[in-house]
């Protein structure tokens, strides 16, 4: 395999990964003099903030998604790439992707973030995380099929384990998806599951810290535990999770919880790159930027969003936070200085990040939104939130569908996607993804070990290689 794309005369960005930052990146170089590629291991991009409304039976997973080839179709000097960044060689200006090698001038580093499980092997193995649309995906089947066992199972242990939901992460992900499933469990299994009896079911969310939503105002903290309590979810404080076993979810103070849907929103760190490690590392394996995107110690490699730690910005010393208009921002800004660079001038211009404010919706005319000064919550909250999700939503199309979904849930409080639906790979693909992870390793550019001189064998284990 090759990436294939020829040069064409103009410098290239290359743009590692197609999210939020990387989407807003690549639109805005359209009338640049650069040739730009862009590389994301998915063929679509994905709307984040609504991906636990696909995961809890609300959405269509193709309401929140669209094809990086139709956003930029006729696009001219563009080129999109399906594969997954591995390495780069800085001293190149190489990076290895899963699919062959691709030389750039510029490299911006826009993969965002992973789920962070701390090193623990059980929690990562057993939970369910919800960073993207597959995963959401998995949820959604995991939450019917449990339902659909919990009717059909041989003992009341079985049963209490699958009608429980244990959700780790007391943040916005952690708060929207308790209040979806607690809707959930009001509107729709009583109707779908007339032979079961809802008041089983328990909806637990586990924070470790003292209050939820701790990126936010304090009323907006207690607002939404006051909501959530009012709908029933089991809200705890002070729970630092720290195993999984036999469907027991195990927590420092010596308490477990059973459950066989572990929901893990509990943390992230950034997306790893061979090639930027150790010192260019800082807090959560964000790659270290200067104020201007640049990773240090490089001039033609940046990085945008949750993937990059910037200090530089006076009035954030330890670092943005990892949201949405971070990311949206810096690639506007970086996306002024290439054109820069572009045309040789290397004056380029610091970010400096505007805080738009937060949201976060708990349920049907409940939400929490602070925008500066001004703190609301409720319903004038909730709509607010509406507004803004479904105006950034790409394709007409996509706004219809999610407009019209959320209609016909608010009056007939009716979730419209209910069905159970696991993906089979063809044996082709599945002979394809194997021949992947094994090819385009990188190992041709790394540097090998000199062979050793006379008199040097007794040293041989001392040496750097």
């Not at 999210?19 to 170089?29: H, I, K, P, S, Y």
């Not at 998915?42 to 309401?63: E, K």
Request: charged share 20%; aromatic share 10%; hydrophobic share 40%.
């Amino acid at each position: 395999m090759s990436v294939n794309i020829n040069r064409n005369g103009l410098k290239r960005v290359v743009i590692v990964g197609g999210g939020l930052g990387g989407l807003r990146l690549a639109n805005q170089l359209k009338d640049s003099n650069l040739q730009v590629v862009l590389i994301d291991k998915n063929n679509y991009h994905q709307f984040p903030p609504l991906i636990y409304q696909v995961a809890s039976a609300g959405l269509a997973p193709s309401s929140i998604s669209f094809p990086f080839r139709q956003i930029f179709r006729k696009r001219k000097n563009f080129y999109f790439r399906m594969a997954e960044a591995r390495a780069v060689f800085p001293d190149k200006k190489i990076l290895q992707t899963s699919i062959g090698k691709i030389d750039y001038d510029y490299l911006v580093f826009a993969a965002g973030a992973t789920t962070n499980f701390f090193g623990n092997k059980n929690v990562e193995e057993w939970s369910i995380p919800m960073r993207t649309l597959s995963e959401a995906m998995g949820l959604r089947n995991a939450l019917l099929s449990n339902l659909e066992r919990a009717l059909t199972c041989a003992t009341e242990e079985e049963r209490q384990e699958l009608l429980n939901v244990v959700i780790v992460g007391g943040g916005a992900t952690g708060v929207e998806i308790a209040g979806a499933i607690s809707e959930m469990k009001r509107y729709v299994i009583p109707y779908d599951y007339p032979d079961m009896d809802a008041s089983h079911m328990h909806i637990y969310l586990l924070e470790a810290g003292d209050r939820l939503l701790a990126g936010m105002s304090q009323e907006a903290s207690e607002k939404a535990l006051e909501y959530l309590r009012g709908m029933g979810v089991d809200v705890q404080f002070g729970k630092m999770v720290t195993d999984y076993r036999d469907y027991r979810i195990i927590i420092k103070d010596g308490t477990s919880i059973a459950t066989r849907t572990f929901l893990w929103v509990s943390g992230i760190r950034a997306q790893p790159i061979t090639g930027i490690e150790g010192d260019k590392l800082g807090r959560g394996f964000r790659i270290l930027v200067d104020g201007c995107n640049r990773v240090r110690g490089y001039d033609n490699i940046f990085a945008i969003g949750d993937q990059c730690l910037m200090t530089a910005d006076p009035a954030y010393p330890k670092g943005h936070p990892q949201l949405a208009q971070v990311a949206i921002q810096q690639a506007t800004q970086l996306a002024e200085n290439l054109k820069r660079l572009s045309h040789h001038d290397t004056d380029l211009k610091p970010f400096h990040y505007n805080d738009l404010g937060s949201m976060a919706t708990v349920g049907r005319n409940k939400a929490v939104a602070d925008l500066g000064k001004v703190r609301t919550q409720g319903f004038i909250a909730w709509v607010l939130w509406l507004i803004v999700h479904l105006r950034s939503i790409l394709g007409v199309r996509n706004k219809l569908m999610v407009m019209l979904s959320w209609a016909w849930q608010y009056f007939s409080y009716n979730v419209s996607i209910r069905t159970i639906v696991y993906a089979t790979k063809p044996k082709m693909i599945r002979e394809r993804i194997k021949r992947e992870q094994t090819t385009h390793l990188g190992e041709d550019l790394k540097p090998h070990p000199q062979p050793l001189s006379q008199g040097e064998g007794s040293d041989y284990s001392d040496k750097t290689l």
